[in-house]
């Protein structure tokens, strides 16, 4: 179920949403904001500005204050005063998707949107984000730092972690769209409506878990690439964001796989593996699925070789990572979800597994026959290179039978039309 985000305050010179104007609100623009007395005048009269000079569609600034300590409000409630465009909003609980999910659900636009408020993204980019949603093309628009024609300037860590983060999103949830963390999106109102209430997440894994459940439900989702400069005093805690990020995927996963998160078909959603029925973009996600587990593989290894011996170690490694392997390439490669068959799935892929553990078992074997004291690094290599025969092998075993539905059973009693 949604948090809880607390009493909501509208600010006394608008009405609550519903009755805002007579002319029929195309876009509300929401931007969250906590502690951020410095610099909220600057960004608001900055898209204040941009939105009566270029922007063509009827739109409204709403600013979220959720949960701030200083004088946001009372700079909330005096640009909403002097600018025409601008209403403020006071949640008492922090929390940007808390306030995303309160502001969006009572809102009367056509098309939500919100967008971080240091203004890291180029505002040019926001009628190419709009657009195709007013028109009905798309569902979904995100802002992406991570594709063809992005231009960014941020620091290397940053740029490292928003990457492995996104990786992480299609290895586990099998997801499609190129970078889930960019503070810049909209949804149309009418998929919002569907959609808010299956999110839980009152943070910064909102955006996340609402970009899943859209991709789930068959939706279009719209990607800009944007010009994007980090903001060097940003209140973002990067690691304990990152932690909540992987708290939420572990939830969300297990709700999706569980059957307790029930998303509605909206669009017109593929068929199950159909956009992974080539074998070349099988082989692609199967190479990337195993690139994962070979680095958990060879981790886990070194760390139980300390107090096992090698083929214990090797053993143990093995199975652990041959349970993720099959689970993941049974989603991301193979594009099949749901708990149905899964435990037949796994045990085949076990048995597939058994190939890659005669080969690096027999390639440890015949090492420690070469030497009495092999290195680590020698142990390492000779697995790996192992490991990489077993893959051609896995593959075809996973196309040809581990994956394959039931063989039907063949008819009982067959016509014979010349009887």
């Known amino acids: 179920m949604p948090a809880d985000i607390g009493r909501v305050t509208f600010s006394s010179r608008l009405p609550c949403p519903g009755g805002l104007s007579e002319t029929a609100l195309q876009v509300d623009l929401v931007?969250?904001?906590?502690?951020?007395?410095?610099?909220?005048?600057?960004?608001?009269?900055?898209?204040?500005?941009?939105?009566?000079?270029?922007?063509?569609?009827?739109?409204?600034?709403?600013?979220?204050?959720?949960?701030?300590?200083?004088?946001?409000?009372?700079?909330?409630?005096?640009?909403?005063?002097?600018?025409?465009?601008?209403?403020?909003?006071?949640?008492?609980?922090?929390?940007?998707?808390?306030?995303?999910?309160?502001?969006?659900?009572?809102?009367?636009?056509?098309v939500l949107c919100y967008m971080d408020v240091d203004l890291s993204t180029d505002l040019n980019a926001l009628l190419p984000l709009l657009a195709p949603l007013l028109s009905g093309h798309s569902d979904v628009a995100i802002g992406t730092r991570l594709a063809t024609g992005a231009r960014v300037i941020r620091g290397p860590r940053r740029e490292i972690i928003s990457r492995c983060y996104n990786l992480l999103l299609h290895a586990t949830l099998g997801t499609r769209f190129s970078d889930a963390q960019c503070g810049f999106k909209a949804i149309r109102a009418d998929t919002a409506r569907v959609l808010l209430p299956l999110t839980a997440d009152a943070g910064w894994f909102f955006d996340t878990e609402l970009l899943v459940l859209a991709e789930r439900a068959g939706l279009r989702i719209h990607e800009v690439p944007v010009d994007w400069t980090d903001d060097p005093d940003s209140r973002v805690h990067v690691l304990a964001t990152a932690a909540a990020d992987l708290r939420g995927i572990a939830r969300l996963g297990a709700g999706l796989a569980l059957g307790r998160i029930k998303v509605p078909e909206l669009g017109q959603a593929e068929p199950p593996g159909a956009r992974l029925a080539g074998w070349p973009a099988q082989l692609a996600r199967f190479v990337v699925v195993g690139a994962i587990c070979s680095v958990a593989y060879v981790l886990l290894y070194l760390l139980?070789?300390?107090?096992?011996?090698?083929?214990?170690?090797?053993?143990?490694?093995?199975?652990?990572?041959?349970?993720?392997?099959?689970?993941?390439?049974?989603?991301?490669?193979?594009?099949?979800?749901?708990?149905?068959?899964?435990?037949?799935?796994?045990?085949?892929?076990?048995?597939?597994?058994?190939?890659?553990?005669?080969?690096?078992?027999?390639?440890?074997?015949?090492?420690?026959?070469?030497?009495?004291?092999?290195?680590?690094?020698?142990?390492?290599?000779?697995?790996?290179l192992a490991n990489l025969a077993a893959t051609v092998v896995r593959f075809a075993l996973y196309r040809r039978w581990v994956f394959r539905g039931p063989a039907r059973p063949a008819p009982k009693h067959v016509l014979n039309p010349s009887k």
Request: charged share 20%.
């Open 31 to 110: 931007v969250p904001v906590r502690d951020e007395e410095r610099g909220l005048s600057r960004s608001i009269r900055r898209l204040d500005a941009y939105l009566h000079g270029q922007f063509p569609f009827t739109a409204r600034i709403t600013i979220a204050d959720n949960g701030s300590t200083d004088r946001t409000w009372p700079e909330a409630l005096a640009l909403e005063a002097d600018l025409d465009l601008v209403r403020a909003v006071r949640l008492d609980r922090p929390g940007r998707g808390g306030a995303l999910r309160s502001i969006w659900s009572q809102s009367d636009a056509t």
């Open 304 to 384: 139980l070789r300390g107090s096992l011996g090698a083929q214990a170690a090797n053993a143990l490694s093995l199975l652990a990572t041959a349970i993720a392997n099959t689970a993941l390439n049974r989603r991301v490669t193979f594009g099949i979800r749901g708990r149905r068959h899964a435990a037949r799935h796994q045990v085949r892929g076990l048995i597939a597994f058994g190939v890659g553990l005669a080969l690096t078992s027999g390639g440890l074997a015949v090492l420690h026959a070469a030497s009495a004291s092999p290195s680590r690094t020698a142990e390492v290599a000779v697995l790996i």
